[in-house]
């Protein structure tokens, strides 16, 4: 295996607290008002088919324009200011490039976000191809951003390793068929039972990945 596909959010920036802070203090409350939704189930979903998600099962109360608003509103707080970066991944995926392999971006995040992120922490030089919910049709936990990712990378899906943190994008990987790591180093919110293997900590990591490639 020579493909990397990693996620962003929870594995290269530790975001996934602030949005479940905003969501559970500002944005849900205003779109599903006296209900409660688990922040995992949306965890790692591209924000724009969020609101069809909390609309089917929940019942919106506000206009999707609205809730849009919302999400780019906390968006901007967030990679702008409130996400760090998880230390040593960025290096360790310098390391991995450096032995010919390719690393990907593969994220729910539209690109103006990941853009913010790229150039906040000087990673605008650390992948070979990034894709987007934006840029399919179906974000996760549908197969189809790293079904892209891997066709970028010139390889099969199966050929491939992605790194995930949250259910959604796990699933998302095993069914386009790339060998999955489960990363619970940032939070621990993922179904266990479906990635191929979990690593805890950024060294956990670095060993299940290396074994691999």
């Not at 050929?159 to 699933?171: K, L, P, V």
């Not at 940032?186 to 479906?194: A, L, M, Q």
């Amino acid at each position: 295996m020579t493909a990397v596909l990693c996620d962003m959010d929870g594995v290269i920036v530790s975001s996934e607290a602030h949005w479940k802070r905003h969501e559970s203090e500002d944005i849900y409350p205003a779109t599903v008002p006296d209900q409660e939704v688990p922040p995992e189930e949306t965890t790692g979903m591209y924000y724009r088919e969020i609101y069809d998600y909390l609309d089917d099962n929940y019942g919106a109360a506000i206009s999707r324009e609205e809730f849009l608003e919302l999400f780019e509103e906390a968006g901007r707080q967030i990679y702008g200011e409130e996400a760090e970066i998880v230390a040593g991944v960025p290096e360790l995926l310098r390391d991995v490039r450096a032995e010919d392999n390719s690393v990907s971006l593969v994220t729910s995040s539209p690109h103006h976000w990941i853009d913010v992120v790229l150039d906040r922490f000087d990673l605008e030089d650390d992948f070979d191809a990034i894709v987007s919910a934006a840029d399919v049709e179906r974000g996760k936990p549908a197969a189809d951003v790293y079904e892209r990712a891997a066709e970028l990378a010139g390889e099969d899906p199966t050929d491939c390793i992605a790194i995930e943190d949250s259910t959604n994008g796990a699933s998302a990987a095993k069914a386009a068929g790339a060998f999955t790591i489960g990363f619970t180093g940032v939070h621990n919110d993922i179904d266990r039972s479906i990635p191929d293997v979990v690593a805890e900590d950024v060294a956990e990591l670095r060993e299940r990945l290396l074994e691999r490639l």
